[in-house]
């Protein structure tokens, strides 16, 4: 009979109610059925609210909860929505009780203790999977945006503090190449797989191995830098331990009151249910108005192809829609009428298609476009949908004003089941503009070139932008018919790749390309 592997998940514990509460019930969502579970909380809560969501989680949960109610004098630990302040003196009040924890995990002789942040909501598959991976130290990845309006980073790094970027010994990088390598290092994150990095936290698994060897969490106290886990990891390292990240299960990072409808749209999706906030006596905070949103869209015969189900998917979020038809000769326009029926719908037909010179079509849809006095402007082609759970989440999204520019993944679906991913069909490797924020006063400026012109203008990045975890599905590739016309349009109209690039051009026709299957 095969015993099963006996894990310790440990967390320090100085939350708010409405955020203990749903990492609490993130727990009772975790995959455990293989594994012997056993939970261990040091309380070093200021509020009594939390106390009790803690006692009521052990109430539950007979004969597996234990709770340690920190000796140490109350501290001030403010959280407000610019960042959280953590003073020295609390980074290593919260090392010693991380440390108690280790301590722990040792003398009851479990096989590994999965230490976590309190304000962590965790896929349920995140445990499993990080003992999967038969690594010593291992942590699931997140991404917060430290600031507000700030780029999502990732709590890992390569080296020192919290440097993102690849360097070599004496080597002098830019600013640019900083920035660009940090990016291509975010690129390889966003593809679910096992990394290997030179620092983690927050959310770690360690395995029994590394906590006999004498890892922890105490100052170095020849190393300046700042934060336990960079301690933690020095230690790890110089005892012979590779540190690891797992991205395949991403958790949600609740830093901030204003990421909780985010958060609440990523737990129904996730978990099919989330919990009841917490009632506080706090003053109750405005409710968040619901943004307008104005769909943009080119159409040029596309009743064959995937207009219909496109507005369908759109009409579930939007208030208005913008539709510039590029002289269809087939039933595009009834489509359009008949699917956005109830709809504000502003539709202007071109008698002769002007998609031969796309940077005039583009300024055309722009022009008619702003001319609505839109709020968001979600600017899609005829052939490319978000997936199923974005209606859901994208007013949370937009509601969260922490920037004018969202950016999303797109997927190159080769069939209804798959998408392409190779070295010439990778565009789900970077970030790309599908939504901006109209702002009149700026001074919009466009690409001026007849193809590849792009979808908005191309300063728009002068204005603050943001990451969305919600994806793009690219239907335009599904079927070998669509594949072949639109091989022979860009030979026709790009013959040199002038704007384009000739080799992905031609792997258009291959035969049996790479495909990976998409997952909702």
């Given at each position: 009979m095969t015993t099963k592997p006996r894990i310790l998940i440990g967390s320090p514990v100085c939350q708010k109610p409405d955020v203990l509460r749903m990492f609490l019930f993130s727990l009772e969502k975790l995959s455990t059925s293989a594994l012997a579970i056993q939970y261990l909380f040091i309380d070093d809560n200021t509020d009594p609210a939390s106390s009790k969501l803690l006692r009521c989680f052990a109430e539950k949960h007979p004969g597996q909860v234990e709770i340690i109610r920190s000796q140490e004098p109350p501290s001030t630990y403010t959280c407000n929505e610019s960042t959280h302040v953590w003073?020295?003196?609390?980074?290593?009040?919260?090392?010693?009780?991380?440390?108690?924890?280790?301590?722990?995990?040792?003398?009851?002789g479990y096989d590994g203790l999965f230490l976590l942040d309190s304000d962590l909501l965790?896929?349920?598959?995140?445990?499993?999977?990080?003992?999967?991976?038969?690594?010593?130290?291992?942590?699931?990845?997140?991404?917060?945006s430290w600031t507000p309006g700030s780029l999502p980073e990732p709590q890992v790094w390569l080296t020192d503090?919290?440097?993102?970027?690849?360097?070599?010994?004496?080597?002098?990088?830019?600013?640019?190449?900083?920035?660009?390598?940090?990016?291509?290092f975010y690129e390889k994150l966003r593809v679910p797989g096992l990394y290997e990095v030179g620092g983690l936290g927050a959310c770690t698994l360690i395995r029994r191995k590394a906590l006999l060897a004498g890892v922890h969490y105490s100052r170095i106290h020849n190393v300046t830098f700042w934060g336990e886990d960079r301690h933690f990891c020095i230690r790890a390292v110089a005892l012979g331990f590779s540190l690891f990240v797992d991205t395949h299960y991403p958790a949600f990072h609740?830093?901030?009151?204003?990421?909780?409808?985010?958060?609440?749209?990523?737990?129904?999706?996730?978990?099919?249910?989330?919990?009841?906030?917490?009632k506080t006596t706090h003053a109750i905070s405005a409710p968040i108005s619901r943004p307008k949103i104005t769909l943009s869209m080119v159409i040029h015969n596309e009743a064959d192809k995937h207009l219909a189900h496109v507005l369908k998917k759109h009409r579930e979020y939007i208030d208005e829609a913008v539709i510039i038809d590029d002289g269809s000769t087939d039933d595009s326009v009834e489509i359009c009428h008949e699917l956005l029926k109830g709809i504000p719908l502003h539709l202007v037909s071109n008698p002769t298609p002007?998609?031969?010179?796309?940077?005039?079509?583009?300024?055309?849809?722009?022009?008619?476009?702003?001319?609505?006095?839109?709020?968001?402007?979600?600017?899609m082609d005829a052939d490319e949908v978000f997936e199923d759970r974005f209606a859901l989440g994208?007013?949370?999204?937009?509601?969260?004003?922490?920037?004018?520019?969202?950016?999303?993944?797109?997927?190159?679906?080769?069939?209804d089941?798959?998408?392409?991913?190779?070295?010439?069909w990778r565009a789900h490797h970077v970030y790309r503009p599908f939504i901006i924020r109209y702002r009149p006063n700026h001074r919009y400026q466009w690409k001026e070139q007849p193809l590849h012109c792009g979808r908005f203008p191309s300063n728009i990045f002068e204005l603050p932008s943001f990451l969305s975890h919600y994806r793009v599905k690219h239907l335009g590739w599904s079927s070998e018919k669509i594949r072949m016309e639109k091989y022979a349009r860009y030979k026709r109209l790009d013959p040199s790749a002038l704007y384009g690039w000739k080799e992905q051009y031609e792997s258009i026709l291959d035969e049996k390309p790479n495909l990976v299957p998409w997952k909702e």
């Open positions: 003073t020295d003196e609390l980074v290593w009040r919260v090392a010693g009780f991380k440390n108690q924890l280790i301590a722990r995990a040792k003398e009851g965790l896929q349920p598959a995140t445990l499993e999977t990080l003992l999967a991976a038969d690594k010593d130290i291992v942590s699931e990845i997140f991404w917060t503090q919290y440097t993102q970027y690849e360097l070599k010994p004496r080597e002098t990088l830019t600013a640019k190449e900083q920035y660009l390598r940090t990016y291509a609740l830093y901030r009151e204003s990421d909780f409808p985010e958060a609440m749209v990523w737990m129904k999706q996730i978990y099919g249910s989330a919990p009841v906030r917490v002007r998609f031969t010179n796309e940077v005039a079509l583009r300024k055309q849809q722009w022009m008619e476009t702003v001319s609505r006095n839109p709020e968001w402007i979600v600017n994208v007013h949370a999204l937009l509601s969260r004003k922490h920037g004018d520019v969202c950016c999303f993944r797109l997927y190159d679906m080769w069939s089941s798959h998408y392409r991913e190779d070295p010439y």
